[in-house]
């Protein structure tokens, strides 16, 4: 009888993160599981008492948490299969208006805190040449987004550091898997004041990147339908790009969120 997996997942609390911990309960794994709302998490740990679940209160942002996280979880079940980083914030932004610190705190989340995660596993995955570091990237990061720049940026800033280090990580025996979500039901869309085409239910992600992370996919867009999206958007000329989102809608402000 094979072992469980071990799987360690940030921003487990809500959205995509609580959809793929719960999908991983399903599966049988061992949890750690890291978020800013430790009460959410002991909901989840107590939802699900017949299952090992380590669970760490803890701010992404903040790279001794995360280490201590690492080092407990090691040395409660040893290395993990998968890391996951997943956690991340949607804010508007626009430069020009004040909104300096939403920038900073949506890099330091979405891009920073990916790097803090897969910083304290590297070197344990390494010496056993095995695992897999999932990241959490967006279609969103293929093009600029008026009003939204703080987030694209900062998920192309995830695609590209993710694509580093899957070359880096595959002759040491570690994988490394980018995801790429375009429109998930989750409570951080429900705010988008936009429509949201092919939007998907968590639940229904949450299987299919398990599925991804278990078969070791290089990149996978999710749901499928956007990953022509996002070729599209990719090759689109900058004049006609321009042209088609001038009068696109924005995210509001976190300001005035």
């Known amino acids: 009888m094979s072992s469980p997996l071990k799987v360690f997942i940030t921003g487990a609390s809500s959205g995509i993160g609580l959809a793929i ?37 803890a701010d ?10 690492a080092h407990d979880f090691i040395a409660q079940y ?10 991340g914030v949607s804010r508007g932004a626009v430069t020009g208006l004040g ?22 596993f590297a070197a344990a995955m390494i010496a056993a040449r095995a695992g897999t570091l999932v990241g959490i990237s967006s279609v969103a990061g293929v ?9 694209s940026a900062s998920k192309a800033a995830a695609r590209t550091y993710l694509e580093a280090l899957r070359v880096e990580m595959r002759p040491r025996g570690v994988a490394v898997v980018t995801i790429a979500p375009g429109f998930i039901r989750t409570p951080m869309t429900a705010r988008n004041p936009y429509r949201m085409p092919f939007l998907m239910d968590v639940d229904h992600f ?34 006609l790009y321009d042209a088609a989102m001038k009068n696109a809608a924005h995210k509001p402000r976190a300001a005035t969120d």
């Open 99 to 120: 909104d300096l610190r939403t920038f900073r705190d949506v890099m330091d989340i979405n891009y920073f805190g990916m790097v803090a995660t897969f910083e304290p």
């Open 21 to 57: 911990a719960a999908e991983y309960a399903r599966r049988g794994a061992i949890l750690g599981l890291v978020a800013r709302r430790g009460d959410a998490l002991e909901r989840f740990r107590q939802a699900h008492p017949e299952h090992l679940i380590s669970v760490y209160p």
């Open 78 to 87: 040893g290395c993990p299969d998968v890391v996951i980083a997943n956690a």
């Open 60 to 69: 992404v942002r903040d790279a001794d948490a995360l280490a201590a996280a």
């Open 206 to 239: 949450a299987r299919k990147a398990a599925d991804a992370i278990e078969q070791k996919k290089r990149y996978i867009v999710l749901p499928w339908p956007m990953r022509v999206v996002a070729m599209i958007l990719h090759v689109v000329p900058r004049w």
């Open 143 to 151: 093009r600029g987004l008026p009003g939204s720049g703080a987030y």
